[in-house]
């Protein structure tokens, strides 16, 4: 996997104790633009229906263009990660995260499962939160749903399709939390898409439950957690206006505060 290349590379991010290595902040900030303004357009690559053999070609080709103008443009992503932004998405391959933003390489730190489901107990969705909050310090979180959901649309129906029915209960949670709105929608589709909508805000509120995300909100790190929706059909994405900043922003049941340090050096609590 990509990313874990980049995660592995402690001097690449700007937690504590990491080292810029040689690459300025003007250089930092020109690189997104930079590698913009290079985007390799559909006419460059074979898009589907192609073999490993089209998959290299493409690759190589998107190489040589990313260093057309810019010899150092890979020796500069190698040299840093400094994504401002966590996106936590949908599997689903018409909705790839950086090509829809607009964002480059380097841009955006990704998580995707099926239906952007943030499960409180799922270790691999804990673990990229706490990477991007905690190391790579980014400034948001999005997590973005999208219409004509297969998981969604697959948790509203009775067919048992296989193990990933575990995984929707989690989406049959919310079709259950919020039954009575659902019940008041009768046509398919519009329901559907309302329940699209509420996961993604359950996810949100998913987020902002777990232990990573309230320690930087106690810690006075900021830190913004947003709720879009993508549209297939226009390519175009919705926020849902559903963005906490804090911890006053979710249900006090779910909050929780960091434990008091002892009370003295070498206590040892009574048994
Ligand atoms: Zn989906």
Redesign the pocket.
Known sequence: MAPMAFMTAAPLVRGAGATRAAVTPRRLSALPARAARRAPSAANVSMVGGSLNDLLSNNLEWSKHMTSDDPDYFKDLVAMQQPDYLWIG???SR?PANVIVGLPPGAVFVHRN???VVAHTDFNVLSVIEYAVKVLKVRHILVV??D?????KASMGDERVGLVDNWLTHIRDVRRRHAVQLATIDDFDARMDRLVQLNVLEQVHNVCSTTTVQAAWNEGQPLSVHGWIYRLSDGLIRDLGFRVDGPEGIDAVYRTVAPRPPAGKGVVPEV
């Open positions: 949908c599997s689903d909705v099926i239906a952007n749903g999208h004509n959901c297969g998981g969604v």
